[in-house]
């Protein structure tokens, strides 16, 4: 049995953000009254960085006890569970189809493989480190959005991209010198998630987001469990590790929600720039937990960011709707 979901409400030009979410085209926590799509966007990202921040302290902390896959698979199961919660609670598990599999399993593969190479790097180097190569991603995200998704390169998003890179240059220019295992690990992370960005705003316009997150968590969950063993150990999870395998459970669900919202709102060359804030957070987040070393670099990239996101924000909010 093939169960179709609710087709999208197709906008009429004065009603842009009028559109099926996870929980039903009235789950709006924000609001759309007033509001243009990149700015409703941006305050989808705004849960979408604090989740994500959650994610990584909560990585290290486990990943001294738990390797990556079976973090993953921890992770997966309990995004199982709400997933399917929530779906039956709100009647939208009739939206999940499997129509479009194959762009499914493309994309939760990617994934996959991006966060189990995240996981080991944020255990490994500096937490700022980590972000700052990973958001070499948005490069690949704006060179490859006109061939895969078909969305227009304009001057203001190639700008703002840019100006990130440039700010996030500033941020790990004391570990130019020198490349580690984790470094590299953090780098590989950014072209897989650069495919599964794009891949995910290519699944939003045929498909839910109930459908996105229950193929995600499905998915990812079945790749753990065929991974976990590769060294023939399994770490069970302690009592003492719940709320953090809770938390990394819950907080990367909310990541991967706040963040297909935000692309079923607005373009990827829109919504990854916003992304850049998450550098200058969790560098002071890996200053104030683990004593970090953090210097006036990091602000002067932090700011160089803000300035490129302020830029991309400000065009597209001007733009005629």
């Given at each position: 049995m093939i169960l179709r979901p609710n087709p999208?409400?197709?906008?009429?030009?004065?009603d842009a953000a009028k559109r099926v979410y996870a929980f039903g085209e009235d789950f709006l926590p924000f609001g759309n009254s007033g509001l243009s799509k990149t700015f409703t966007a941006a305050?989808?990202?705004?849960?979408?960085?604090?989740?994500?921040?959650a994610m990584a302290v909560a990585g290290r902390e486990l990943g001294t006890?738990?390797?990556?896959?079976?973090?993953?698979?921890?992770?997966?199961?309990?995004?199982v569970v709400v997933v399917v919660s929530v779906a039956f609670a709100t009647g939208t598990w009739r939206q999940i189809n499997t129509r479009d599999i194959g762009v499914h399993l493309g994309r939760n593969l990617a994934h996959f493989i991006g966060q189990n190479l995240w996981f080991f790097a944020v255990t490994v180097i500096p937490l700022a480190q980590v972000f700052a190569l990973e958001f070499t991603s948005p490069l690949w995200v704006i060179a490859l959005s006109p061939l895969i998704l078909g969305e227009r390169l304009t001057k203001a998003r190639a700008a703002?991209?840019?100006?990130?890179?440039?700010?996030?240059?500033?941020?790990?220019?004391?570990a130019i010198a020198g490349i580690n295992p984790g470094m590299l690990a953090a780098a590989s992370s950014a072209v897989f998630f650069a495919l599964t960005i794009m891949l995910t705003k290519k699944l939003t316009r045929s498909q839910s987001i109930t459908s996105i997150l229950f193929y995600l968590t499905l998915m990812q969950l079945v790749f753990g469990l065929i991974m976990v063993t590769y060294d023939g150990e399994l770490t069970l999870p302690d009592l003492s590790h719940g709320p953090l395998?809770?938390?990394?459970?819950?907080?990367?669900?909310?990541?991967?929600?706040?963040l297909t919202?935000?692309?079923?709102?607005a373009p990827a060359t829109v919504v990854v720039p916003i992304d850049f804030i998450r550098l200058p957070v969790i560098a002071i987040i890996g200053m104030l937990v683990y004593a970090e070393a953090l210097d006036i670099w990091v602000f002067i990239g932090g700011a160089i960011i803000f300035a490129g996101n302020y830029i991309s924000l400000r065009v597209e909010s001007r733009k005629p709707k």
């Open positions: 999208p409400v197709r906008s009429n030009g004065n305050l989808w990202m705004m849960g979408s960085i604090g989740s994500f921040s006890v738990y390797d990556t896959f079976e973090i993953m698979m921890y992770r997966s199961a309990v995004g703002a991209a840019l100006l990130g890179f440039v700010g996030i240059l500033f941020v790990v220019r004391p395998l809770l938390l990394i459970g819950v907080a990367g669900l909310l990541a991967h929600f706040c919202n935000a692309l079923a709102i």
